[in-house]
């Protein structure tokens, strides 16, 4: 995988890190049609992201242990500190 999409998959993981998000909103940021930045698909088959649908509420996106390991190993302990919102 490039070098950009390694990034941008580790932007999207530390987005969810401080707690889920609603799938469309996921969506609208990070979803796109082009095949040289599948972030979000890449972060899928990576296992780095699931899906909940708790009672009673829409579907949620969050960071799986996998993913949250991944952060940890390849973002610096400063820029995990806080979170970060981001509009894309």
Same mark, same amino acid.
């Given at each position: *995988?490039?070098?950009?999409v390694e ?6 993981l530390?987005w969810?890190d401080?707690?889920p ?5 996921? *969506?609208?940021a ?7 930045l599948p972030?979000? +698909? +890449?972060?899928n088959d990576?296992g780095?992201?699931e899906?909940?649908?708790?009672v009673?509420s829409g579907e ?5 242990a ?5 952060l940890?190993?390849h973002?610096?302990p400063?820029?995990?500190s806080?979170?970060?919102e981001?509009e894309l």
């Open positions: *995988m490039s070098e950009p990034a941008l998959i580790l932007d999207l530390e969810l401080p707690s998000r609603p799938y469309g909103e996921v *969506m609208d990070w979803r796109t049609s082009c095949p040289r972030v979000w +698909e +890449e972060a990576r780095f992201v899906r909940r649908r708790p009673g949620l996106v969050a960071l799986s996998k993913g949250r390991t991944h940890r190993e973002r610096s400063a820029t995990l806080g979170s970060v981001r």
